[in-house]
């Protein structure tokens, strides 16, 4: 084209020209399409550089073209002696057949699409999976996986009945954010799984098997929490499009498993869950249970089944039963409840809030009586401590004589381990041992420094005790507590004495960041009683008179009392100081929650899984 006002059209690449849509005389636009070319079965645009009109042709339909090859010629600015083409305009909302064939069928899947499963479950007053789900997650940040996928039985069912009944395979999960208002959003983002009892009861079928796979490495990679919902059955025998036998190779119950301990596992429990949803929940840090929750390994089929009796489904693992026994963490009285609870609980582990004033810290000071004998509210105390409104305890229904909580000091979450003295006197009893160490366990695999609240008189002794393993369960406390990770510290309330207390400063009151008493504070090797009635043997039995026996084991008493005030013991540094109770705060919020450790100065590696129990 030297020497004239020509600008060729040049082909991008090699291929075969299969339209050309102008002619000889029309006037283009820049970026107009001149020809249509095809290359490796895909069609590629060869538009206008500049304005113009179109000079000549260059090729034809069917002809090759290699790259840089004309397919017209143009005279820019010169006159068209055709209809000029307009530029097209692009509207945004017109309808395109295959978006609306995938928009159709994610309606099939959605609540909207399924009436009459959504009535049936309302009528029970029970909501749907994804309503859960929407609740606990932020507004509009779920991106579900597989909500395409159905149940693996085209073998046996219609392909429109399955895509009608079996949406997502049972399965509704993906990942969203959590408490992203609350915490910073980095944090709150987390995978969410849900079983759908409107599908095929909440069993576990092949396709929804792989979900989760998919999901819990989705976990594992990317230091995600999980928040699953469980209500359902386990395996699902009824699926045909696989060359499964025996089904026992599948690795969901393997990576969920594996996942404790490097990320906080939320469960929630509502309905029926049997079978493998009860596994699966068994293996989350916290289980959250409403009041119409049924809980067991096995389900009515499966027990019948066995030889081992029939019975309703109402018969199996009631919330009364798995709440008492310390399979619940958090009872709660419905579905919309156990998902605030989920959010709540969640949030302990996604870093700082803002800080929410406490209650006047001089309250502190008249929680506990000055009467040594006088019994007290320790959950009053430990609310009157924290943030206010931030405490969640765990477990409450059992093991009554140990107090687990999150909560939260100016804004920074944090696990409390308190004594109860008005159950057992706080004693230490098997039960408690495995409730405090479990929860040792939580607070260090995931972070959360742990402050203990102790006034115990020690471990629970005698005949009755030893025939619960107490050897053997108490010491679950030293072991635990010697190999935590995170910071600890101690605030004796009032009693302190024993192998007990030991046990709730690490094992050693030089284990703590720090050990404090109130100025109701009292320590001993023993309980005082007990160490006179042991120590001074001879001399009680020497006194023959019963009133002056008792007046001399009263003195004995008081003069250990005195010799045990943690004035004394502080005296002999044997703990840190006797503070005022309302001073607490500070020795906390300076000793206990410092910054994190810079990187240079590694600690002891976190455990490798959380004990389910």
Known sequence: MAGTDLTPVPSPLQGQVVEVRVAVGDAVHAGQVVAVVESMKMHHDVTAPEAGVVASLAVAVDDQVAPGDPVAVLRPGGEASGTEVAGPDLDLDAPRADLEEV??????????????????????????????????????????????????QRRRRDLEDLIARTPADGLVGGVARVNGDLVDPDRSRAVVASYDYTVLAGTQGYQNHRKKDRLFALAEEQRLPIVLFAEGGGGRPGDTDTTTVSGLDCLAFHLFGRLSGTVPLVGIGSGRCFAGNAALLGCCDVVIATEDANIGMGGPAMIEGGGLGTFAPEDIGPIDVQDGNGVVD????????????????????????????????????????????????????????VDEGSRMELRQGFAKGMVTSLARIEGQPLGIVANDPAHLGGAIDSDCSDKAARFLQLCDAHGLPVLFACDTPGFMVGPASEETASVRHMSRLFVTGANLSVPCATVILRKAYGLGAQTMAAGSFKAP???????????????????????????????????AREALFQQMVA???????????????????????????????????PAPLPPDRPRRPRRPHVDTW
Do not use: C
């Open 103 to 152: 928009r159709a069928r994610h309606r099939v899947g959605s609540d909207e699409g399924r009436a009459e499963a959504v009535a049936k479950r309302h009528a029970r007053g029970r909501r749907t999976a994804r309503e859960n789900v929407a609740d606990l997650v932020d507004e509009g940040s779920f991106v579900e996986y597989g909500p395409l996928a159905i149940a693996a």
């Open 559 to 593: 003069a250990a009392y005195e010799h045990g005030k943690g004035i004394n013991v502080a005296a002999q540094l044997e703990i840190d100081d006797v503070i005022d109770p309302a001073d607490t705060r500070r020795w906390i919020t300076t000793a206990l929650l």
């Open 330 to 385: 958090v009872r709660v009285a419905d579905d919309a409840a156990a998902v605030a609870a989920a959010r709540r609980y969640l949030s302990y582990f996604q870093g700082p809030v803002a800080p929410v004033d406490p209650v006047d810290p001089r309250t502190l000071r008249h929680l506990v009586p000055e009467d040594r004998l006088k019994v007290y509210d320790v959950r009053a105390v430990l609310d009157a401590l």
């Open 513 to 547: 960041a720090f050990v404090v008493a109130w100025p109701t504070g009292e320590l001993g090797g023993m309980g005082l009683e007990g160490a006179v009635r042991l120590g001074f043997r001879d001399e009680l039995a020497r006194e023959t008179d019963d009133e």
